[in-house]
């Protein structure tokens, strides 16, 4: 089955306690990207990958690192964690690697608490 | 600065009344355009999207979009709507910086 696979999927830590929210995507596909969901805020763009070895940032990347070392990964580090990093985390991916002009996979999300 | 609009933070209808939910988008040119739902504790669906041509176009569950170029809007419309509805729907557009943004999302209530 296609999916893009989040973990963990809770997960409530303490400030300062490096963390990293895993994704896997079976579906051969060159472009992956990291979204925040807040209320009110709707979704905003941490930061994306059009292949591997190439990241770039997002709307919001203060406080997150990326890494793409293989296809079908794309990791999301939190190196100190703080509150204002409290929120519902997803990753998504498309076949397109010019951009997002196919459609996005999203995997389920990971809420994340920060003490 | 690109951004998207949606107006209305919270619908609330009635089963097998028609629903439109609206979005408007500011670009100079006309975007990529896509309407996205999210059922409760699940990720985006892709619900349909809009490139260029027909103005009118179909997705999947029933939901249809209309791309008006002279008002900068993409307001999704359904006829009849199904309990099953309820969700967040996000519509969303890639303008010429080819990534993807939001608008803040608008909850629908689907009432028996």
């Known amino acids: 089955e296609a999916q893009v696979t989040q973990n963990p999927r809770y997960l409530i830590t303490v400030t300062g306690k490096k963390l990293t929210v895993t994704c896997s995507q079976n579906?051969?596909?060159?472009?992956m990207s990291w979204y925040r969901q807040d209320p009110g805020l709707g979704l905003r763009q941490i930061y994306y990958?059009?292949?591997?070895?190439?990241?770039d940032k997002g709307d919001v990347p203060e406080g997150y690192k990326v890494s793409r070392k293989e296809k079908r990964n794309f990791p999301l580090i939190l190196e100190s964690p703080s509150p204002n990093q409290t929120s519902l985390y997803f990753c998504?991916?498309?076949?397109?690697?010019?951009?997002?002009?196919?459609?996005?996979?999203f995997g389920e999300g990971s809420r994340l608490t920060v003490l | 600065a690109q951004s998207v609009t949606q107006p209305d933070i919270h619908i609330t209808v009635s089963e097998g009344a028609s629903l439109e939910l609206r979005c408007n988008y500011s670009?100079?040119?006309?975007?990529?355009l896509f309407w996205y739902v999210q059922s409760p504790g699940q990720g985006l669906q892709l619900l349909l999207k809009?490139?260029?041509?027909?103005?009118l176009v179909q997705g999947i569950k029933g939901f249809e979009a209309e791309f008006k170029r002279s008002q900068s809007s993409f307001n999704l419309r359904k006829p009849s709507v199904h309990w099953s509805d309820a969700a967040e729907y996000f519509c969303?557009?890639?303008?010429?910086?080819?990534?993807?943004?939001f608008g803040t999302g608008t909850r629908l209530q689907v009432f028996p």
């Open positions: 998504a991916s498309s076949l397109s690697a010019t951009g997002v002009a196919g459609e996005l996979f």
């Open positions: 579906m051969n596909h060159e472009y």
């Open positions: 990958s059009m292949n591997v070895e190439v990241t």
């Open positions: 670009y100079g040119a006309t975007p990529y």
């Open positions: 809009y490139f260029s041509g027909d103005t």
């Open positions: 969303a557009v890639v303008p010429g910086s080819r990534q993807l943004i």
